[in-house]
């Protein structure tokens, strides 16, 4: 009895000790405030979940029947180079075009993504997702499956559209992409190696890309490169699916990479994207002015712009597309464009916006810096036509003693019988007739064939001409040829870069 009794005074006691910490510890934790950080980050954290739960019905799943002609070049099967870690993804311009895997049969299948921007059935995608498709499947969020016909495609920007025969859909909301800021949020939604609705976010890394995509040489001025870049994580079959901002807008249509897993990733801008989409949807196709030249902004040019005068800023014609727009105008290779219709143009892109929004065959007037001289000429733009346009000469080798060493390439003067026998076109100049392997000429791309019309801005018709304008030159400062390549009229700097 006395044990019970002590036991009972020891529980007491030892509860009475330890009823002040138990109370402060209530008390404590009654009056403990959130962690305003902790809260940040939940909320930004339910700010994602909401943004991909809001987009995600508004975008599709597309499978890609292609023909067997097509695909059997555009594609990587397993164990070819493409599985290697320098994925054919990352070299240009085959990643622009696919961004599918194959396997080998005759007729492959591919898979990208698109976005619904129209209740009634019509989607935004890329064209190289539906490029010579044979049969197309588009599946929703919701799991239905419906066929869809491409209603029509512009290869410059690599905008699609394609329909299916359905109403009341979700669509997806494009935002004003000029007014995008570097660092913000982005968002990607789509299904990359046949993983549908995954989403992978970062940032807007830059803005106003171009250059990303080499002209080709036949086709110049082919691509419309105006691209959004992200660190979001975009692989194949991410391709024509959304780029969103924090507001659950879509900013961009991801087409491109530059190689897996890099973390650097290119979306067309919306506005470009709806410029086109809207065209494809109400005429077919999107008639896209041009003037059939070739050009580099000044500012990404430095050879030329250390030896241009009287202009700090614009755009440099560097070839001009025989039987093109400008062809048919006073517009020189070298000359560098500054304004278009009193609008200042800095970069290639800048150019490009400016005439793409031109009246086909409306003339239009350029402000241009010719050797250090301000002039105006006008151009009436052509509508652009997918096709090649180049045409390409022979090689022969000849013997001159108009050799000259510092240029690495040998000349004669044009005649009827030397462009008969580089099957060229005659023209006023001197003919080249051969090359140095390991000289400039060759490193510029300078081939024989290709007919010098002037050195230094001074035109050469005659040996003695060419020799004293190049006698005159130098080729550590750079020497300027004007020059008929493959048809093509253009210009090259030959500069010496060697100490």
Do not use: C
């Not at 075009?97 to 995608?125: A, C």
């Not at 669509?171 to 000029?178: E, G, P, R």
């Not at 549908?196 to 106003?208: E, I, N, P, R, W």
């Not at 006008?378 to 080798?397: C, F, L, M, Q, Y």
């Amino acid at each position: 009895m006395k044990t019970a009794n002590f036991s009972a005074i020891f529980l007491l006691a030892v509860s009475l000790a330890f009823a002040p910490l138990a109370s402060n510890a209530l008390e404590n934790a009654a009056v403990a405030k959130p962690n305003p950080k902790l809260d940040l980050a939940r909320q930004l954290n339910e700010a994602f979940v909401e943004v991909a739960d809001q987009v995600a019905p508004a975008v599709v799943v597309i499978t890609v029947v292609q023909k067997a002609a097509a695909s059997s070049s555009l594609h990587s099967s397993p164990g070819e180079e493409g599985d290697t870690e320098e994925d054919p993804l990352d070299r240009i311009p085959p990643e622009f075009r696919r961004f599918f895997r194959q396997s080998p049969p005759e007729k492959t299948r591919g898979q990208g993504s698109g976005i619904i921007i129209r209740e009634d059935g019509y989607i935004l995608t890329n064209r190289h997702v539906v490029e010579d498709a044979e049969k197309i499947e588009v599946r929703l969020k919701d799991g239905r499956t419906f066929k869809a016909d491409v209603r029509g495609v512009d290869a410059p920007s690599d905008v699609a559209v394609i329909k299916i025969d359905a109403k009341n859909l979700p669509i997806a909301k494009l935002a004003d992409s000029s007014k995008t800021r570097v660092g913000e949020f982005a968002i990607a939604i789509g299904a990359p190696f046949a993983l549908d609705y995954s989403v992978t976010f970062g940032h807007v890394s830059a803005k106003d890309r171009s250059n990303i995509i080499p002209s080709e040489p036949e086709s110049p001025t082919m691509t419309d490169q105006n691209f959004i870049q992200t660190d979001a994580r975009i692989n194949p079959g991410n391709s024509g699916g959304p780029l969103i901002n924090i507001n659950g807008e879509v900013i961009g249509i991801n087409t491109l990479i530059r190689g897996l897993n890099t973390g650097i990733g290119f979306a067309i801008p919306s506005n470009l994207a709806r410029e086109v989409s809207d065209k494809l949807i109400s005429e077919g196709k999107f008639s896209r002015a041009w003037l059939g030249i070739s050009i580099r902004s000044l500012r990404e040019y430095p050879e030329y712009r250390d030896l241009v005068k009287g202009v700090q800023d614009g755009v440099v014609i560097v070839e001009i597309v025989p039987n093109g727009p400008a062809s048919k105008s006073d517009l020189r290779p070298a000359d560098v464009v500054t304004e278009i219709d009193g609008k200042k143009v800095l970069t290639s892109q800048q150019l490009k916006d400016e005439i793409r929004t031109k009246k086909i065959d409306q003339s239009v007037a350029l402000d241009v810096v010719r050797q250090g001289k301000h002039i105006k000429v006008n151009v009436k733009p052509g509508e652009w036509v997918d096709k090649s346009t180049a045409t390409h000469a022979k090689a022969a080798t000849s013997h001159d003693t108009g050799s000259t060493g510092g240029l690495g390439l040998t000349v004669k003067p044009a005649t009827r019988d030397l462009a008969d026998q580089y099957n060229v076109e005659l023209t006023q100049g001197v003919i080249v007739t051969a090359v140095d392997k390991k000289g400039l000429a060759t490193k510029n791309g300078i081939k024989p064939g290709d007919i010098i019309t002037s050195v230094n801005q001074q035109p050469v018709t005659t040996l003695k001409q060419f020799q004293d304008a190049v006698k005159n030159s130098d080729v550590k400062k750079g020497v300027i040829l004007n020059l008929i390549s493959d048809g093509t009229a253009k210009f090259e700097i030959l500069k010496d870069a060697t100490d």
